[in-house]
């Protein structure tokens, strides 16, 4: 086994001098090392931390985004109180809590819907943490063109309705903490963003939910978003606009790359974990600054791959297996004048013999300066040999490559 030529390790939660960052303004906000969502200032990378275990995730590398819901919330069959039995998510004290009330009526919340545009396909998210009911719905609430319900302790996805209806999803955030997801594709300009817990027994339609509150147990929410795409990105504040969160953008340029660029052959391998599988998901790109010279380790919706142009000429996609959202991968590939290979985690080596390698000038790390990974990246190594075949060994569950 050798060791990497250069190395870069995000899981630290620090960053290599030899890495250029951007990112304008302060509208980011990670997950921080004492699992809370906290807003990170311009300029800054994004180190995301696991809720749960606090273990840091690596670099958090997304796309702009624009978070389109503000303003306040407008409350049907509510009333409130504040609790001290847990803290925001945002770790501010003593949140309200959203309690039905004992009738029997449609309850929730409400956001007046942004002005949509027909045909784009975008995504509702919510933070909510229950309290005494297991169950959550998003819906339109006044055309009733979208709606999802949830069952949240399995994380299930049961019920979905509304013409515009693409997809739902749930996930467990921390602590009783749940982040409920809804993708449509409008068919009117104005749909609204309601949203509730409720119990068992109750009446569901993609309007809302209908039930007889018990007087104590309700919901707190946190986050709402709205934004365009297919999936939810992490959370935008708003408080009476819109507000867009730039991309994160991480480069390696001048000496900084050239002091450990081999030309002609070499390797990297990345461990990653992308939140979606949709489109192309670069992990790094070495490039000239064009589209004409590349070689990338990436995802292609589901495929893992060592991707080379050289000279405006695709030279080698080598699919090395298969990749899932939420789930980190490690992708091995190097290269050489017709021999490039590359490898998913443990798995089968696969080859192409037909390649030129192109002239590179930099390097760019979870994107190729269009795409976005929509994830973070835990380590990269890079190795400036080309010996054929490469070593895995495994540490926390988490596989590490370096070549023979």
């Not at 030279?315 to 490039?340: E, F, K, P, R, V």
Request: net charge neutral; proline share 4%.
């Amino acid at each position: 086994m050798i060791a990497p030529t250069f190395a870069l390790n995000f899981t630290t939660a620090t960053l290599n001098p030899r890495v250029t960052f951007s990112r304008p303004l302060a509208t980011a906000t990670r997950f921080n090392a004492s699992g809370f969502i906290e807003t990170v200032v311009a300029d800054t990378p994004r180190f995301e931390f696991n809720p749960n275990t606090l273990v840091c995730r690596g670099l958090l590398i997304e796309q702009s985004s624009e978070n389109l819901i503000f303003g306040n919330t407008t409350a049907t069959n509510l009333t409130t109180a504040t609790t001290t039995d847990f803290v925001n998510l945002n770790g501010a004290a003593s949140p309200t809590v959203q309690i039905p009330t004992a009738v029997a009526a449609a309850h929730g919340r409400r956001y007046n819907g942004p002005t949509h545009t027909i045909g784009v396909t975008y995504t509702r998210s919510i933070y909510i943490r229950s309290v005494g009911y297991t169950k959550a719905l998003i819906s339109d609430g006044n055309g009733g063109r979208v709606a999802a319900a949830f069952d949240l302790p399995t994380l299930s996805v049961t019920f979905t309705d509304g013409v515009d209806f693409v997809s739902a999803e749930v996930e467990l955030v921390k602590d009783g903490w749940y982040r409920c997801s809804v993708t449509y594709t409008a068919s009117a300009s104005t749909i609204w963003f309601s949203f509730t817990t409720y119990p068992e027994g109750a009446t569901i339609n993609r309007f809302g939910a209908t039930f007889t509150g018990d007087g104590t147990s309700g919901f707190v929410f946190f986050g709402a978003q709205q934004e365009i795409g297919s999936k939810a990105t992490s959370q935008i504040p708003t408080t009476s606009a819109a507000v867009t969160r730039n991309a994160d953008v991480a480069t390696i340029t001048g000496t900084n790359f050239s002091d450990f660029w081999q030309a002609a052959r070499g390797g990297a391998s990345v461990l990653a974990t992308p939140s979606t599988v949709s489109g192309i998901r670069p992990l790094i790109q070495f490039d000239d600054g064009t589209v004409d010279n590349i070689i990338a380790l990436r995802g292609n919706t589901t495929n893992p791959e060592l991707y080379i142009v050289d000279g405006g000429t695709p030279q080698a996609q080598i699919d090395a297996g298969a990749i899932a959202a939420n789930t980190a991968y490690s992708l091995t590939g190097w290269w050489a004048t017709n021999d490039c290979k590359a490898r998913k985690d443990s798995g089968t080596v696969v080859t192409d013999t037909t390649a030129t390698i192109p002239t590179v000038t930099q390097m760019r790390i979870g994107s190729d300066g269009t795409n976005y990974l929509n994830g973070t990246i835990a380590t990269i190594n890079y190795y400036d040999s080309f010996f054929g075949r490469p070593i895995y060994t495994r540490r926390k569950n988490k596989v590490f490559a370096s070549l023979l």
